[in-house]
Nanobody, 124 residues
Framework: QLVESGGGSVQTGESLTLSCTASGFTLKNYAIAWFRQVPGKEREAVACLPDSHGITYFADSVKGRFTQSRDNAKNTGYLQMNGLRPEDTAVYYC???????????????????WGQGTQVTVFS
């Protein structure tokens, strides 16, 4: 399973780091994608981190502000969000794909595991 943490409420310009921790499988063998969703709107792809070598992709709306990383020893992936804006307010989800190489921020492959989601609220 995947367990997410790190969401919260912050002011505009502040930072948060979301964590996506795997149990029962080895996360380094999976690509990690991040999505966000606001009630009443379609889910938006935010970022895709490949399972090993390869390019990390970000949505234009977060490019230059968000970064991704993983700590294989902790079996955890991270989404570092800097310069947060009110429009970043959403529920954020991580998803993983076994042996997958990101070719864009949009991932068109079956999800192996979903995180439970974590709320991020940014106040103006």
């Amino acid at each position: 399973q995947l367990v997410e943490s790190g969401g919260g409420s912050v002011q505009t310009g502040e930072s948060l780091t979301l964590s996506c921790t795997a149990s029962g499988f080895t996360l380094k063998n999976y690509a990690i994608a991040w999505f966000r969703q606001v009630p009443g709107k379609e889910r938006e792809a935010v970022a895709c981190l490949p399972d090993s070598h390869g390019i990390t992709y970000f949505a234009d709306s977060v490019k230059g502000r968000f970064t991704q990383s993983r700590d294989n020893a902790k079996n955890t992936g991270y989404l570092q969000m800097n310069g947060l804006r009110p429009e970043d307010t959403a529920v954020y989800y991580c998803a993983v794909y076994r042996s997958f190489t990101c070719v864009s921020v949009e991932v068109k492959a079956p999800v192996d595991y979903w995180g439970q989601g974590t709320q991020v609220t940014v106040f103006s």
